[in-house]
């Protein structure tokens, strides 16, 4: 059961699974991490990493990562800080948003996900490159991108 004053949170780009602020960042950290899909958003390719930004009809796939009951603060501060995320702030890079996502068994949950700030969102709308598939890395296609939809 989902604790609701701890959200989990979703990932789509370097703290997946199998990525460097993974390895740095999360492993260890999580009592679970499944596939899922957040609906309702679009995923452009970024200097070196993805951005989401809100958009309807669209869907970004990546997984859902529920902290230690005694990791979550901290995880969530790292996380933050990672993204360049500071409630309140007009400079973020990115802005953390409660989103429902849709689990691998067909079952949904709120999560944290890192949107797109507003400056760098105007310029992905405006001259971004969309990941096909909502999927990062855009190489994920072929083999690996159809096991992750089989899942």
Known sequence: MRDPEHPPVF????LRPGQGN??????????????????GAILYEGPG???????????????VLQPE????????????????YRPG???NLYERELRTVRLS????????VYFAAAPMACRL?????????????????GQAARKEESR
């Not at 990493?49 to 997984?63: H, T």
């Open 22 to 39: 993974h390895a740095r960042h999360v492993r260890g950290r999580t009592l679970s991490e499944e596939p899922a899909v957040l609906p």
């Open 125 to 141: 709308r405006t001259s971004g490159t969309p990941l096909p598939g909502g999927r990062w890395p855009a190489a994920a296609s």
């Open 69 to 84: 009951p005694a990791q979550y603060a901290p995880l969530l501060t790292a996380l933050d800080e990672l993204e360049g």
């Open 89 to 91: 702030a007009r400079d």
């Open 105 to 112: 068994d067909g079952s949904t949950t709120d999560a944290w």
């Open 11 to 14: 990932v789509y780009g370097t």
């Open 49 to 63: 990493y993805p951005f989401a930004l809100p958009e309807p009809g669209c869907e970004v796939r990546g997984e």
